[in-house]
């Protein structure tokens, strides 16, 4: 429809600007109605009344000036609105496009009350570009706009037509044009809730409805190279929200964000951040959530920015992975914690979408949900985009809503009658039907989709011996080109499976190697499951597969090489330097994380059925990740028959309970886990056959002391005087739990990773306490301890716990005394 009066157009008013402004080409910003330049934020707007020769200004509208204040500050936006070009008849600026791709359009609107020649309040228009609608009959709202479009233009010109209603008037104050950098904007989209469809977002202009910057701060267009504004997001958050804000634009690293550039936000954006307040409740799962007006019955294109600029007040690595959530549909999971936590440390990243139909007048957006302790989750930046629909309009009265209000459309005044009655009937049929039919069809395309999808997965992960995603599958020559023939001079590990030696591959990666003992039937069926649950589970405290070998009958899995080799090997029988108590803490809260990960990351619990301090495998900076999946076992379903055949495991570790019933469950690796914790602190084996008898056994001699009350008799030599005994009182607490020979009474590993975090917490905050009574210069030593967040304002501190606020005070008031 407007197309066909696009075509029949007598186009009164042609305003032609090639090259007016003296930024690059393609770049037009005017000062409408002005007879003077305009610079705002490093800006020429310049006057379309010095445009002589283009503009005929006897037909092409007149010139109006506020007759309100003069005082408004020269070189602010508000000087753009005091004035403003006035259109009787259709007019057109056209401008001439050198280069094709996504343009900017803003369009500035002031109605300020003016005596001559007209009332601006009173104007009603409709303007359109590139046969688009942008907006319909617009009845100027009183306070100054700005409105934004984007279209892809392969023309060679740019046109902006305004149309005044019957009786009425057009006007316009100010405009840009220019042309944004590439790859700022995606030819496509992915659709929301469906994996295999996109969308074309070049066929649409888009209007830009919201954008927000997260940290309840906004962001002028000043401070933006592209000139765009970001709101504040608190007034989008309900009043009762668990979100607070995070100011840290130091952290922010473009080099480290592959191809993003300060183009698609700038560092006041990716700076700062909204993040879940998770301090009060460490289990506080709850979701993040902002509502925004949206026009129902439009696709809309959303993009999220993120950027990790989250510093913990004691230096404890913290799991990121949550879910981004639209109008509770689940757009995509981020998780930046998984594997390299270095690497995206500022690093800056967007997720696009479009979210189809939306048919409700609000788009909530929500982050959370994921089953964490004390969980992180943060958004840095939102942008909403109305894409325009199949009436090529941007405008809410052009809406395509569901059925309902749309049975007006038949012309009945052709037909009359019983006629007409049926007629409607017959077309409303028609319409239900081919309704019906066109979702079906759909609805059975995503789902075929999904099925080739999920048939690829089935070929690539089901079976272990085809290369795929598992992991490399390495030739034996490389192998042992790798570990030198297998040189006896570089096993450094030997354990029921095999032996475990050191190599270095081409690329100089240095790898671990564990090549089974001649094999055995139970050997194999331990080689598949640890390849199996190593391809499955990727996570930053489990020890990553690198790729495996079965050649000639070998079963060899290469891992990635942990410089620091076993937990076991810094606790004791060794000439290893001995781990403080804060590295001890850290271990256990990372190996808990690990632990943690297999029982709650799928949604089948994965028991490991072998946690020991051989199987806990340190890295160069001394960080924990479980290794050993040769005996894991997926949750619910286990195989009964196959468990009360044989009791799995490792001696002095093995859960009572499981020993005496066969009854696997994921506390069986809590139990195990407690008794690491005591190796942990006792810096002893589990059974040390050359101690007098009542010690032979770590957990009998140990609990007996705890139950006692002597802590300090059980606790590592190494340690003593390091570590107050009220900490070692609550720690052994905590193992008596895990140690119950009750299952149920044992706590969760996510209860357990709470505690040890809180303790380990506890002990960052009585170190930092001891650096800052060395003298004030300590306090600022590494990067362990950062109170204070970088910035802008009093929100420095803010991103500090409130329960360690609380500790802080306690602490003050000691030290007056
Ligand atoms: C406005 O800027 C244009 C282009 O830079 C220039 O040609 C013109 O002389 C300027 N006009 C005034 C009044 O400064
Ligand atoms: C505006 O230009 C001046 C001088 O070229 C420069 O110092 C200033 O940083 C610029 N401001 C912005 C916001 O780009
Ligand atoms: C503007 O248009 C009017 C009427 O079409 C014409 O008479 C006049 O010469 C034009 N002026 C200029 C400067 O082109
Ligand atoms: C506006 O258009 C009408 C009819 O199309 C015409 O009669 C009138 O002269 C035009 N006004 C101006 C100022 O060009
Ligand atoms: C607008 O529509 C008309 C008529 O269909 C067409 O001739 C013209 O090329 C279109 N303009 C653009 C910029 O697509
Ligand atoms: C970054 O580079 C990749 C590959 O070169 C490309 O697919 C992607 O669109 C680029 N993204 C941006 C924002 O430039
Ligand atoms: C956001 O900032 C305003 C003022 O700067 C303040 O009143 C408000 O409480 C802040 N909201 C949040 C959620 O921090
Ligand atoms: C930014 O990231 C790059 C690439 O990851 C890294 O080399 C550089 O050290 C980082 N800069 C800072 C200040 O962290
Ligand atoms: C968004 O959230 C608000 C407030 O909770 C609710 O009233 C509204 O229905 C939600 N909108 C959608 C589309 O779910
Ligand atoms: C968060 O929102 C999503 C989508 O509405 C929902 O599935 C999930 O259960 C919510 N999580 C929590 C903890 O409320
Ligand atoms: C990773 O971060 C830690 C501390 O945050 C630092 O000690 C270590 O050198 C970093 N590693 C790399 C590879 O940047």
Redesign the pocket.
């Known amino acids: 429809m407007i197309s066909l009066k696009f075509s029949t157009l007598l186009v009164l008013t042609v305003l032609c600007f090639s090259r007016v402004s003296s930024a690059s080409s393609d770049t037009f910003f005017i000062n409408c109605g002005s007879p003077e330049n305009a610079t705002v934020n490093n800006r020429t707007f310049v006057s379309d009344s010095n445009l002589g020769r283009e503009i005929n200004v006897s037909t092409g509208g007149v010139s109006v000036t506020t007759t309100e204040s003069n005082s408004l500050p020269p070189g602010t936006e508000s000087t753009l609105f005091q004035t403003a070009r006035v259109f009787s008849n259709e007019s057109t600026y056209r401008f001439t496009i050198n280069q094709h791709g996504w343009f900017l359009i803003r369009l500035y609107f002031q109605p300020f009350a003016s005596s001559s020649p007209r009332d601006l309040t009173s104007a009603r228009f409709s303007v359109s570009s590139q046969n688009f609608t942008l907006f319909r009959h617009n009845k100027p709202s009183t306070t100054s706009v700005v409105k934004e479009y984007t279209l892809k233009i392969s023309a060679t010109t740019l046109s902006l037509h305004f149309r005044p209603e019957t009786g009425s008037f057009a006007f316009v104050n100010a405009l840009e044009v220019f042309k944004l950098p590439e790859?700022l904007l995606?030819e496509e989209a992915g659709l929301i809730s469906t994996t295999t469809k996109s969308l074309k977002l070049s066929a649409h202009a888009m209007e830009t409805v919201s954008r927000i910057n997260m940290g309840n701060l906004s962001v002028s267009r000043g401070q933006d190279k592209l000139w765009r504004q970001w709101d504040a997001d608190s007034t989008y958050m309900g009043v009762a929200h668990f979100g607070f804000p995070v100011v840290n634009l130091k952290a922010v690293n473009f080099s480290a964000g592959?191809?993003?550039t300060e183009d698609?936000a700038p560092v006041y954006v990716y700076g700062t951040a909204t993040r879940l307040n998770s301090d009060l409740d460490p289990t506080n799962n709850a979701n993040l959530t902002w509502t925004f007006k949206v026009d129902p019955g439009f696709d809309y294109f959303l993009r999220f920015h993120f950027c990790n600029i989250i510093v913990d007040p004691f230096g404890i690595e913290r799991e990121i992975s949550f879910n981004i959530y639209v109008n509770s549909e689940r757009v995509e999971s981020i998780d930046m914690s998984a594997e390299v936590a270095n690497d995206t440390f500022g690093a800056p990243s967007f997720v696009d979408a479009v979210m189809r139909k939306v048919n409700k007048g609000s788009l909530n957006l929500s982050i959370g949900g994921v089953q964490n302790v004390y969980p992180v989750s943060f958004i840095n930046g939102f942008e909403i985009m109305k894409l325009s629909n199949d009436k090529k309009s941007l405008d809410a009265s052009d809406a395509v809503l569901p059925k309902g209000k749309k049975s007006s459309k038949p012309s009945i005044g052709l037909i009359a009658g019983v006629s007409a009655a049926l007629c409607v009937a017959l077309v409303f049929g028609v319409v239900l039907l081919s309704f019906c039919i066109r979702r079906r069809r759909r609805r059975r395309q995503i789902q075929t989709g999904d099925e080739e999808i999920k048939q690829q997965n089935e070929t690539g992960e089901s079976l272990i011996f085809s290369s795929s995603k598992i992991g490399y599958r390495y030739p034996l020559a490389l192998i042992k080109e790798a570990t030198d023939d297998f040189n006896e001079s570089l096993v450094i590990g030997v354990g029921g499976f095999g032996k475990v030696y050191k190599g270095v591959l081409r690329d100089k990666t240095e790898i671990a190697v564990k090549r089974a003992a001649p094999k055995s039937r139970q050997g194999l069926a331990e080689f598949k499951t640890e390849i199996e649950m190593l391809s499955q589970f990727r996570h930053r405290h489990l020890v990553s597969l690198i790729g495996y070998c079965d050649e000639n009958s070998e079963m060899i899995i290469v891992y990635e090489y942990m410089e620091k080799g076993t937990l076991k090997d810094h606790l004791y029988d060794s000439e290893n330097q001995r781990l403080s108590w804060r590295q001890r803490l850290e271990i256990c809260v990372g190996a808990a994380r690990g632990l943690h990960y297999l029982h709650t990351g799928s949604t089948r619990a994965v028991i490991h059925r072998d946690v020991k301090s051989a199987n806990i495998l340190l890295d160069e900076s001394f960080m924990a990740k479980v290794a050993d999946f040769g005996l894991s076992k997926t949750g619910p379903d286990l195989d009964q028959t196959h468990v009360s055949t044989a009791v799995k495991g490792s001696f002095g570790y093995l859960d009572p309970e499981y020993l005496t019933r066969q009854q696997l469950t994921e506390k069986s690796d809590v139990y195990s886990f407690g008794v690491v914790m005591l190796e942990v602190l006792c810096g002893r084996p589990v059974i040390d056959p050359s101690l007098p008898r009542e010690r032979v056994n770590l957990i009998e001699w140990a609990m007996k002391l705890v139950k006692k009350g002597k802590m300090e008799e059980i606790i590592d030599p190494f340690l003593d005087g390091k570590v107050k005994l009220e900490e070692v009182k609550k720690y052994c607490e905590l193992t008596e739990k895990c140690l119950a020979q009750d299952g149920v009474e044992r706590p969760t590993m996510g209860d357990l990773l709470w505690n040890l975090e809180f303790m380990l917490q506890v002990q960052a905050k009585d170190e930092k306490a001891a650096m800052v009574d060395d003298g004030p210069e300590a306090s600022v030593v590494g990067s362990t301890v950062q109170f204070s967040v970088n910035g802008m304002g009093d929100i420095e501190g803010v991103s500090m716990s409130k329960v360690f606020a609380r500790m802080v005070v306690g602490e003050e008031t000691r030290e007056r005394d």
């Open positions: 790859n995606p592959g191809n993003i698609i």
